[in-house]
Nanobody
């Protein structure tokens, strides 16, 4: 049974940085795209970033482009979300997700992913 566990969330001031981690067990993710989504308070969950299985291709929501990166470590079955220049609008619960097998390219829809973590809270104060 695949499990994704996020960590690294917390409270940070605007302009600060956080690095979220997503540890995956029960499945080797070396051939899966991996994604990050977030759900701001009172809003729907939204796409943040995706990284292809090789790590060579990444895609970002316009709202985070240039501030967030999504590295991965296939040797350790993990993916990360490096968040810089954080803004209050980045406040949300952040989820990592594993892409469906054989799905590639700019995965952005929740239906492109078949395993999810429980989420980690990120709060950015102004």
């Amino acid at each position: 049974q695949v499990q994704l566990v996020e960590s690294g969330g917390g409270l940070v001031q605007a302009g600060g940085s956080l690095r979220l981690s997503c540890a995956v067990s029960g499945r080797t993710i070396s051939k899966n795209s991996m994604g990050w989504f977030r759900q701001p308070p009172g809003k729907e969950r939204e796409f943040v970033a995706t990284i292809g299985w090789s790590g060579l291709s990444t895609w970002y929501a316009d709202s985070v482009k240039g501030r967030f990166t999504v590295p991965r470590d296939n040797n350790n079955n993990a993916v990360y979300l490096q968040m810089n220049s954080l803004e209050p609008d980045d406040t949300a619960v952040y989820y990592c997700a594993a892409g469906r097998m054989y799905y590639s390219g700019p995965l952005r829809a929740e239906s492109d992913f078949d395993a999810w973590g429980q989420g980690t809270q990120v709060t950015v104060s102004s």
